[in-house]
């Protein structure tokens, strides 16, 4: 079966960084879109970032744009998400997910990683 597994999380301090990573295994990693979206405790999951299946193109969130750089590596089968500058804001459970088609919801999610910035 599908499987994405989250790491990487954890509690910083604002203005310091995290890079979390999602390994994937149980699809052909390079077919899917791969992406990441975030969900702060009483909000809606929201869009984070997404790369291509080839990496050709990566779009962001407005929030996150110069901040984030998403990157993947389809020989390891694992996407990336490099957050710097993390504010308290970005506070959020973050998730990866996989996509075949750039529309739609995802087609496998991951469990999340939590990720705190206290100020």
């Known amino acids: 079966q599908v499987q994405l597994v989250e790491s990487g999380g954890g509690l910083v301090q604002a203005g310091d960084s995290l890079r979390l990573s999602c390994a994937a295994s149980?699809?052909?990693?390079?077919?899917?879109?791969m992406g990441w979206f975030r969900q702060a405790p009483g909000k809606e999951r929201e869009f984070v970032a997404h790369?291509?299946?080839?990496?050709?193109?990566?779009y962001y969130a407005d929030s996150v744009k110069g901040r984030f750089t998403i990157s993947r590596d389809n020989a390891r089968n694992t996407v990336y998400l490099q957050m710097n500058s993390l504010k308290p804001e970005d506070t959020a459970t973050y998730y990866c997910?996989?996509?075949?088609?750039?529309?739609?919801?995802?087609?496998?999610w991951g469990q999340g990683t939590q990720v705190t910035v206290s100020s």
């Open positions: 149980g699809l052909t990693f390079s077919r899917y879109i």
């Open positions: 997910a996989a996509r075949r088609t750039s529309v739609g919801k995802p087609d496998y």
């Open positions: 790369m291509a299946a080839s990496g050709s193109y990566t």
